[in-house]
């Protein structure tokens, strides 16, 4: 027998050596150092297995172990952690309670591990995971709301450093802007900025370097240089009634809801580092409430039915010059809401979050809470975590039960 021939002998008895009765490499096959068909890949041998519906790897070593209906690390897809055990219920997160049993929370807001809040006349705090068993600790210490605030639109801001927020001292008749560091005053009480205010409501809103607060009762707009607590009012000329504010680092926000005809609408400065020396001109025509994510702002304005319904409306800096683009119609009424790189989220007075994924509510508006016994009456949000402070449970006269309060969270 000749070399070429002996070699074709021996190839061919490794070949039915390695190779079952299924023609599949066995299991002492070596290593595939075949050059690869570039034609398609191998299924057999490239291609993990499919996993069954609903379940997956998730990085389990390709075991399909994963469950993503009830995997809480896992919810509906890998990576999706719903921030607490128990929480995932058919591939949905649902809302986990940071803290309950409480009175009526009517602010709020998040700054890195904590989570803030306005209750009974102080700024009390915990981790956004849950509060301990213990009582929270507060960062406001002896600031007392008058009962007619009680359930209205106070409002809180929270930065790496400092806590602020508009309340009422028990020995003046004057409101005006407190703070203290975000990690708590300790014994000492809230230190005061010197801005001037009223006894009505006053909302807030800040960016990296300044506060804006409007005043209820006259409806001027008041700025805090956070620096060195220099209070500025910000006159602006043809508006009356000044009902929210939003801001960024580029721009404050005002909407104006009952003034003369022709003067209700969406104003905008777009120079808060000069104290908006340039004005305030208009956006839109009409719009009550008002937020942004740094690069468009987000309204509502009046639906078919204005008693009880709202449309959501996008529009984006510099100019918002046209039409707007509607993002959900009919709303029932909002109570308060957010926005932030990923969508605009908003708490409904029929007790639900719901929101839009951006850009241009892909999928549709989503909800991700429902409980139409309860009253959301503040929203915030974090990279991956919608938070809102609900004012508590109603009761069957229609009034609220008292300390059903709660801060809620969910993943997004």
Known sequence: MGRLALLTVCALAIVAACVDDSNQPGKDAGPDTSVPDTGGPDVAADVAEACESGTATCGDAGTCGTELATDDHNCGACGHDCGGAN????????????????????????????VFWYVDGEIDRCPVTGCPSQFPSDVGNGIHVPAHWQGGSLYLAVDSTDAWWPGWTTDNSQETVFYCPAAGCGQNNPSSTGAAGDNFSTEMAGNTNLLYYINGNNGTLTRIRKLD????????????????VAADDDHVLVTDTSGPANTGGVYVCSDPVTDCTGGFPKLLDNGNLVTTNKTGLFVTQAGTSPSTQVNVVECDYPSCSGTPTVLATDEHLIAAMTADASGVYWATKDGSIRGCTLPGC??????????PSTQPQAIATDADFVYWADLGTVGDAGGLIANTGSILRVRK
């Open 362 to 371: 892909a999928g549709g508006v989503r909800t991700w809470a429902a409980t």
């Open 229 to 244: 607590r220099n209070a500025t009012n910000l006159g602006i000329p043809l508006l009356y009634a000044l009902s929210h």
């Open 87 to 114: 929480l995932c219920k058919q591939g949905v997160c649902q809302p986990m309670v940071i803290l309950d049993k409480i009175a009526s929370p009517i602010a709020i807001a998040v700054n890195g591990p904590s």
